[in-house]
């Protein structure tokens, strides 16, 4: 991991490229074969898998988990705690045309906090995922996911809900005198439905 030798707090294989200026943060490390290129910002403690590629403009939070074969496209930000799955896709042009300059035209599409992307999704451009939503892997997402959403099929449809912990939510079983409650079988983190979606008793909801 060459960088470590050249006095930074981030690591990078010797056939990366990190193109400068960029901004990269203590204990992130990027693998084989990866292309950073100038103009980013990655937070600290990320890791980058092998052949992931990140285009100028792009921003990731810390502990963001990118796998193999991932490109992210000027026009994505990830918030903190993302994980993108091996060889998920994003897009950032709606209509592109090889003979058409549509540079102008990125869409933004942002992952809020704690989103997880299984493994060869398709994120179309202009999307918001919510915080620790979830994606199928193999899904392809044409709409805005909820906070705690889960989503996947083709394209994705709205499942139900998951804990931020990861594992599915049961409203069909609430917690007693409270329809509108469950409590998570894995972490025992309570939430609850409102109006606006989803919320828990820690305020993590919309």
């Not at 496209?73 to 993108?84: I, K, N, P, R, S």
Request: glycine share 14%.
């Amino acid at each position: 991991m060459g960088q470590e030798s050249a006095g930074r707090a981030w690591s990078a294989h010797e056939t990366a490229v990190v193109d400068e200026p960029c901004e990269i943060g203590a204990g992130t490390r990027i693998w084989h074969f990866c292309h950073v290129m100038a103009n980013t910002k990655i937070g600290r403690g990320c890791s980058l898998g092998q052949n992931v590629f990140v285009a100028s403009g792009v921003t990731l939070g810390d502990n963001v988990k990118v796998q193999n074969n991932v490109s992210i496209y000027t026009g994505v930000e990830c918030e903190d705690d993302v994980f993108l799955g091996p060889s998920m896709v994003f897009t950032n042009v709606i209509n592109p045309r090889s003979h058409v300059n549509r540079k102008e035209e990125y869409q933004r599409t942002l992952l809020k906090r704690g989103t997880s992307v299984g493994a060869n999704a398709t994120i179309v451009c202009g999307l918001t995922l919510g915080r620790y939503s979830f994606v199928g892997a193999g899904s392809v997402v044409t709409h805005d996911v909820p906070d705690f959403g889960l989503v996947y099929g083709v394209p994705a449809r709205f499942k139900g809900y998951v804990c931020r912990c990861g594992v599915g939510l049961d409203f069909k079983n609430p917690i007693r005198d409270a329809a509108e409650r469950v409590a998570c079988g894995e972490c025992g983190a309570i939430f609850e439905k409102d109006s606006e979606g989803l919320v828990n008793e820690a305020g993590e909801g919309a």
